[in-house]
């Protein structure tokens, strides 16, 4: 009889290897930052995206069972269809998606980079899918993103990356407008404003721990900077998070790159600082394979116009008639209609609003104001509207010489006394008085509670903000509770969202 077959050496060894060899080096794709992809991230924070695409090639063909190319690709492809708007490129790059996501999904499971670049790719694909109203997908993308990112921080806590996309995501489940509650349980999402910006700024600390960290942090910059602005009732925590990421960072107001000039520009334009914007944005990095960001020009416009800078004028022009994606072209129009206005030039002005009634679409609060405004035919009186650009552009005492001259007129019909009067509790506001900014906001809502213009709801929202900020959160949210239920039409989406984030905050601290 013949004995048994002795093993192979060679069977041994490969039968060792299949249960020694870590998961992701046995048929699974692994994750590794590579040299070509962290030159690639590095390239991707200047928008110098064609350069990225190059390197993330090389990884590719260098390191082919390597996903973090995978991943840094489809955030190429984001980028760029968020700067540009084009649809023709988002269907383009959509063809994509299901490709990456299918090889993204045969990682390595152990990898805490597994679940997190799925997560990402569904959320930048339901960020995407905003610009161009697909919502029903969007939401099931976010669905999924949140449900990978909730998986991930259970597992992995100290992967503080998964921080950025989620405490973003917190934040904005914590700010729904109460009315669109019941969707937010059916989806199965939690979250709340103040532990979403503590998880942000969590993740924020982690960034700043090593150089190599750049892209993560400039995603924290970008989500935090639209926190602060929409979702903080205290516009000094807007600033003092600007003042300290730039004091950081070793950063001027010159020669920032992209992405931090329209995070802290940004800021800076709506918090009162607008010659510190203007020279944010006319002193950005540009060109050397960077992609152009359209909107950065549009803002430059509008800081101008806030300056009254004849400037303004070239930047809104451009903007409005050669941008080619969707939002803020009506917006645009107008604001170059107001300059005409304030140059005394009234049949430019008609010109500019009927393309403002014309052009663009009506995606975003902006353009539906520009639009609605462009047909009712009214014309803004020049010395409110002066004021309110004065005003919002931190030149307060200009503002209110402006609004002193107003008020010496006898005959002020009740619809621009309306406005005046909001306009003079905006600038008691921003002086800090805060005992005279409340009797003013208080009368601006009593009188124009049933006018369909903004002015009493964020008068509303402001004395939520004010009562915050004096410590009276019962108050506070009493304020912010009136918001929603008034019948106005202008800034209603961000308004409410704001008021819906300034409740959340204020009414568990009753």
Known sequence: MMGKPKPCASCIIAVILTFCIPPGLSGAYYYRFDQYSSQAMTALSQLKVDKARQLLGLARIQYPDNNIPVWLLNYADFIEIIVTEDEGLFHRYESNRSE?????????????????????????????????????TCLREVKRSYALLSDLNSKHPDFKPALISLGFLHTLIGSVPSKYQWAVKILGFNGDVKGGISEMK?????????????????????????IYLNADSDKSHAVDFMNTYMAKRGLSAERLEPLQAYALAGIALKTGHNK??????????????????????YMTGIAFLTD???????????????????????????????????????????????????????????????????????????????????????????????LDAFFLDKDISSYDRLEAEYRQARILDEKGMAPQAIVAYQKVYE??????????????????????????????????????????????????QKARAGYQRTKTNN
């Open 308 to 402: 009254g800078d004849d400037r303004a004028e070239s930047y809104l022009f451009n903007y409005a008639h050669g941008f080619k994606g969707r939002n803020f072209i009506k917006a645009a129009w107008q604001r170059l209609a107001w300059f005409h206005l304030l140059q005394g030039n009234l049949s430019n002005y008609r010109r500019c609003m009927a393309s403002a009634g014309t052009y663009g679409f009506l995606d975003v609060d902006a353009d539906k104001v520009a639009h609605r405004d462009a047909k009712s035919g009214v014309v803004p009186n020049p010395k409110l509207l002066r004021a309110r650009l004065l005003s919002d552009g931190g030149y307060l005492d200009r503002a209110q010489s402006v």
């Open 202 to 226: 969590d993740a924020m600390r982690w960034t700043e721990l090593s150089e190599n960290r750049g892209f993560y942090n400039l995603q924290c910059l970008f989500f935090l900077s639209i």
């Open 447 to 496: 009188t124009g509670r049933y006018d369909t213009r903004y002015y009493a709801a964020n008068s509303a929202l402001k004395l939520g903000d004010l009562f915050e900020r004096l410590g009276r959160a019962d108050m506070a949210a009493l304020w912010y509770s009136r918001v929603e239920p008034l019948e106005f039409n202008e800034y209603r989406n961000s308004l409410t």
């Open 276 to 297: 510190l914007a203007i020279t944010m944005l006319t002193s950005r990095l540009k060109n050397d394979g960077r992609l152009e960001v359209p909107y950065l020009d």
């Open 100 to 136: 990456r996501l299918d090889r993204l999904s045969k990682g390595d499971p152990a990898s805490p980079y597994h679940k997190f670049c799925q997560a990402e790719v569904n959320i930048q694909w339901a960020l995407a899918r905003v610009k161009f109203k697909e919502y029903v």
